[in-house]
């Protein structure tokens, strides 16, 4: 069992920036996993931000490329998104999702390569 926690969301203006973080729970604390980031907003599938297995290993979604970072605490079994320059429609439910290395690492960005799911956090970017 894989229980992650997502933290950070809130409110913020055009142009702004957010942290949002990702904490881990599982007894599967020395396996290599790939922690990533999805979004969904109203009316729209869920989709890709970002995922990382380690510093060395990240994928970006295009949409987010250049204005968002995704790093690693391993020692904390913790996924940090850094926000910057958001946009309305950044505006979204923020999800966190982890799976062992091997179950996701043919399809990192793909939304049915991850077994397990926080609850979500939401950004809004609004003036």
């Known amino acids: 069992q894989v229980q992650l926690v997502e933290s950070g969301g809130g409110a913020v203006q055009p142009g702004g920036s957010l942290r949002l973080s990702c904490t881990a729970s599982t007894s599967e604390s020395n396996s290599r996993f790939y922690m990533a980031w999805f979004r969904q907003a109203p009316g729209k599938e869920r989709e890709a931000v970002a995922s990382?297995?380690?510093?060395?290993?990240?994928f970006y979604s295009d949409l987010v490329k250049g204005r968002f970072t995704i790093s690693r605490d391993i020692a904390k079994e913790t996924s940090y998104l850094e926000m910057n320059s958001l946009k309305p429609e950044d505006t979204a439910m923020y999800y966190c999702?982890?799976?062992?290395?091997?179950?996701?690492?043919?399809?990192?960005?793909?939304?049915?390569?991850?077994?397990?799911w926080g609850q979500g956090t939401q950004v809004t970017v609004s003036s």
């Open positions: 990382s297995s380690s510093s060395d290993d990240i």
């Open positions: 999702a982890a799976d062992f290395y091997w179950r996701a690492r043919l399809r990192p960005l793909s939304v049915d390569s991850y077994t397990y």
